[in-house]
C-alpha cells in the first residue's frame, strides 16, 4: 500500500505513528480546529484522523521540521 498525507487513521494506527497510547490520542484529538490539538472526525463511535493533521500538529509542537 502507497502511503500518502491524505491517508486516514484510526486511534489505534496514529497512537503507532506517534509512540504513545491510545488513550493519550484520545486526549489529542478534537473535532474543533485548535492549533494544540489533532483534528479529527467521528464515524460513528470511531474516529477518523487524517495523517496530514498528525504531521501539522507534529509540526506545530516543533517535532518535525518543515
Not at 504513545?20 to 484520545?26: D, E, I
Given at each position: 500500500m502507497q502511503e500518502s498525507n491524505s491517508e486516514v487513521l484510526t486511534i489505534e494506527e496514529?497512537?503507532?505513528l506517534l509512540k504513545?497510547?491510545?488513550?493519550?490520542?484520545?486526549?489529542l484529538v478534537s473535532d474543533d480546529p485548535e492549533p494544540h490539538k489533532i483534528l479529527a472526525r467521528k464515524v460513528g463511535r470511531s474516529w477518523r484522523i487524517?495523517?496530514?493533521?498528525?504531521e501539522r500538529y507534529l509540526r506545530h509542537q516543533g517535532a518535525l521540521e518543515t
Open positions: 496514529c497512537a503507532e504513545v497510547s491510545p488513550r493519550t490520542v484520545y486526549k487524517w495523517r496530514e493533521e498528525v
